[in-house]
């Protein structure tokens, strides 16, 4: 356990070894402040990576008839190398795109308004489409959750 813990200090360049230079010195307001300025340093993309963004939700449904049905949402989008993040297309794009409908006049509802009213999310989730960034839906009939999947002896535990 300290090998491993040795190990990540020296990755992060937190330790001084024999042929090191002294550890550098962060001003950063707080010890949290000065941790994140490290790993800022050390978690960069390289010149040919990108990232990722997963997202999946499931819904457990028990209709009135005592069916089950598990409602299953997912989206997986990539960085650009050299240009956006995925994760600044995801959370920029959707903010621009409702920006512009009701800049154009496309949108009724007043008020604050939530991505529920399908006059928003309809509009958006289709502009996102054609940027490549697709949510892909689907309804499994008398299928378990993943809860389910994992607990074991019907104790709930996971």
Known sequence: MVGR????????????EANSTALPK?????????????LSNQLQYGAH???MVALH??????????SKEIHKSTLITYGTVGGYSGMAKTV??????????????????RG????????????????????G???IEEVNKGA??????LSWAGNNYW
């Open 5 to 16: 813990v040795l190990s990540g200090l020296s990755w992060l360049q937190m330790t001084k």
């Open 57 to 66: 939700h499931e819904f457990g449904v028990e209709r009135s008839d005592g």
């Open 49 to 51: 990576e990108r990232d």
């Open 92 to 109: 920029a794009l959707p903010a621009a795109i409702a920006a512009d409908l009701l800049l154009k006049g496309k949108v009724s509802t």
């Open 26 to 38: 962060i001003r950063a307001p707080t010890v949290l402040d000065g941790f994140c300025t490290i």
């Open 144 to 149: 378990r959750s993943i809860k389910e999947q």
């Open 133 to 135: 960034i697709e949510v």
């Open 112 to 131: 604050v308004l939530s991505p529920t009213i399908s006059e928003i999310y309809k509009p958006v989730l289709d502009s996102l489409n054609t940027e």
